[in-house]
């Protein structure tokens, strides 16, 4: 994938604005894959998550149809640090394998200039440092309890997921690209756009070097 497509971490808090970037960014061509995408398909009847999540946290997180109740198992994680990290070992390397896959399979099909990887915990988990170039959404902690409480979270569960990722600081550290999405979806798509054809120029000045 090196030699047909710089590699992009795309990363930022919940509902810091990554989709906004994330389809800025496949509208303008790259080929993009959304993490959360992929574990829910993992977290599936039949996906390879789905056994050892049951066995880890037992069958009360199982609905009706045999599914995992993923706000059930959410309100597990959010209120256990342990819970949470044994859930992100069982699915970060899961996540990161069938990315690798979909990336490979979507290039071979569409040749791209930036293949994107959209996830959340990229700086958390050190997968940042596996990419070629970091960008970041950012935004304010209020602004990410007043996006999570109008999407339905009481401020209670909405704090509890933020405290549950990494500081603001510490992402802003280790990236290449910060991309405010405080403002309006005007100025975040225009910051995307101007960041992307900065990595299209990267992957031409490397093909050509």
Do not use: W
Not at 52 to 69: H, N, S
Request: contains cysteine; neutral net charge; hydrophobic residues 45%.
């Amino acid at each position: 994938m090196r030699a047909t497509a710089l590699r992009v971490g795309l990363t930022g808090g919940i509902a810091s604005g990554k989709t906004t970037v994330a389809l800025t960014f496949r509208r303008l061509g790259a080929v993009v894959v959304d993490a959360d995408v992929l574990a829910h398909g993992l977290l599936e009847p039949g996906g390879s998550a789905h056994e050892a999540v049951v066995a880890r946290f037992g069958p009360e997180i199982l609905d009706g149809q045999r599914r995992i109740d993923r706000p059930k198992l959410a309100t597990i994680v959010f209120s256990d640090a342990q819970a949470r990290k044994d859930l992100e070992s069982l699915l970060h390397p899961r996540i990161l394998e069938q990315a690798e896959r979909r990336i490979l399979f979507e290039l071979a099909r569409r040749p791209a200039p930036v293949a994107v990887l959209e996830a959340a915990l990229l700086v958390e988990t050190g997968l940042y440092q596996r990419f070629d170039r970091l960008v970041l959404a950012a935004c304010t902690r209020e602004a990410q309890l007043q996006r999570l409480m109008a999407r339905g979270m009481t401020a209670e569960q909405a704090f509890a997921r933020i405290e549950a990722q990494g500081s603001l600081e510490s992402k802003k550290a280790v990236a290449d690209y910060v991309i405010e999405t405080e403002g309006t979806l005007e100025h975040t798509r225009s910051q995307s756009e101007r960041v992307y054809a900065d990595l299209v120029a990267e992957h031409a000045d490397r093909a050509a070097g």
